[in-house]
Structure formats: C-alpha cells, structure tokens
C-alpha cells in the first residue's frame, strides 16, 4: 500500500440525522460514513476511532478522530478527496499526521461542550435543531450559584445514565469550567473537563433547568451531587442542544480546532520573548 501511518482529523457533523456516532448495522451513523468515504479514497477499509462516541441527535464542531493507513496521498488530498464523497452534513475540518501512539480516545486530556436552550414561548424554527426550547424565563444567577456546586473534582455519580459505559472505573471527574451566558432569547452552557460520563452534560443542563425555573433551589443541586444516585439529580435534556466543540491533547499549543480553521501548534521556541527595556539612569 505504500507509505503511511497513524493520522489525526478534526470533523465537523450535525447529528440530527445520524443515530449517533458509534456504527450500527442498519442504520446511518457519523462513524459509518466516514470510514466508508475514507476507505474508499485509501483503497482499503479504514477504521477509525473519535475521542468520544456521540448520541443520536448529538452535534460536533471539533471531534477528533484517529486512524492508520497505508498510502502515498498526502493528508490535504486524503481530507479533500473523502469530503467530496462525505454527505452535506459531515467534514473533515482538518488531517494531519500523527505519532503512531496517538489515540484519538485514550490520549485526550479535555473537552468542551456547549449546550444551547431557547429560552421563551416562541418558537424559532431554524433553531429547533441545535437547541432546546425551554417555554419559560430562566433565572440565570440561580443557574450559576447552583452551577459553581458542581465544578471542581467531584463524584458525578448522580448525573449519568446507562453506567458502566464511559466509568474507566470511576465516576469521579474534573468539571473545570461551567459558564451560563444569554444570547438573545439564547442561553449557552459551556463546559470544560477532563473528562465525561455518559449523558452527564445532558443530566446536569436538565438539572439546572429546574433551578432556572425555579423548581429547584440552588443547594438542591449540591444535595443531588452528593447522594451519588442518578434518582436525586433532575431531568436528562435532549441531545439536539449539544455540541461537542473542541477535544484537547499533551502538546497541542491551543486547544483544537477553531471551529472552521485548521489547528495550528505553536512550538515554545517559535514562541517570542518579551523583550527586556534597558535601564535607564
């Protein structure tokens, strides 16, 4: 087959008529057109694997995925050639090389997610893909007090379906970042981790839900967190609001991708020093 090795995509999908992105006999999935467009452009079946396995309904501006192979095309004739075969709604934002450890799985160091909910009576049609349409006033300070319990390393036991699936062994992980902001009629939660158990950024957006609502205090959340008991924590949000926006890896110069834009590293060598005034008398 030529010359080759181990490389690295960033893709882009909306998941709205995908069931999910693990493959499925039968049904359409993120995972199953790629590996079909990228087999077919390498002239051998590719595997691939993605820092994680997204829901049905369940969108990405930046999942990484991970694959060897054979050939002498160089990775921007790969990337081009499979985006001409892949449907409107997945890309390959960017592929490059990569080591031949590199584990677009096991290797990743953070996440970050974006929830996005539609916060009034109204509907909004070019939205109803992407968000949750709340029909009700969000009471964004409560959100945040109840919010700020849940970042740090904690036990995320209570916010988490179908255990066991993405445990390694324990629930317990580092929520680092949390931020509520409004958007319009929009509401964004953005999260940043280490890692996430399944269904946990769902479970923790329909929690914070009923405190916008004001169906729940604040301190409820902090209760909830601490029974370690999926039946203490509030409802599970629908997938159509997240994304997965970007996945980090050890010597990634920035956390990858801009959404759009191939990811650049930024050697420390290239990186210039502040240059030292003289002193002056």
Known sequence: MGVGGTFRATVSYDGTDFSGWQVQAGRR????????????????EVGIIAAGRTDAGVHAEGQVISFRAGTRI?????????NARLPEDVSILDLRPAPRSFHATRGATGKVYRYEILSGRARRPLLRRTS????ASLD????????????GR?????????????????????????????RGERV???????????????????????????????????EALRAKDRAAGGPTAP????????????????????????????????????????ATS
Not at 74 to 82: H, R, T
């Open 239 to 278: 997938p159509q609001g997240l994304t997965l926006v970007s996945v980090s890896y050890p010597g990634d110069g920035e956390r990858l991708p801009t959404p759009g834009a191939p990811a650049r590293r930024i050697p420390a060598s290239a990186k210039r020093r502040p240059r030292q005034r003289r």
């Open 29 to 44: 999935t993120v995972q199953g057109v790629l590996q079909e467009a990228l087999s077919a452009v390498l002239g051998a």
């Open 188 to 222: 964004l939660l953005e999260f940043e981790g280490d890692g996430f158990l399944y269904n946990m950024v769902r479970a923790i957006v329909g929690t914070l839900v009923q405190v916008g609502r004001g169906s729940w205090t604040p301190e409820r959340v902090g």
């Open 154 to 182: 904690r036990d995320f036991r209570s916010f988490r379906t179908n255990p066991g699936t993405e445990d390694r062994g324990t629930t317990v992980r580092n929520l680092r970042r949390l931020d509520i902001r409004r």
């Open 132 to 135: 949750w349409r709340v029909a």
């Open 74 to 82: 160089p990775p921007e004739g790969i990337a081009a050639a499979a």
């Open 140 to 151: 964004l300070r409560r959100m945040r007090k109840a919010a700020a319990l849940l970042v």
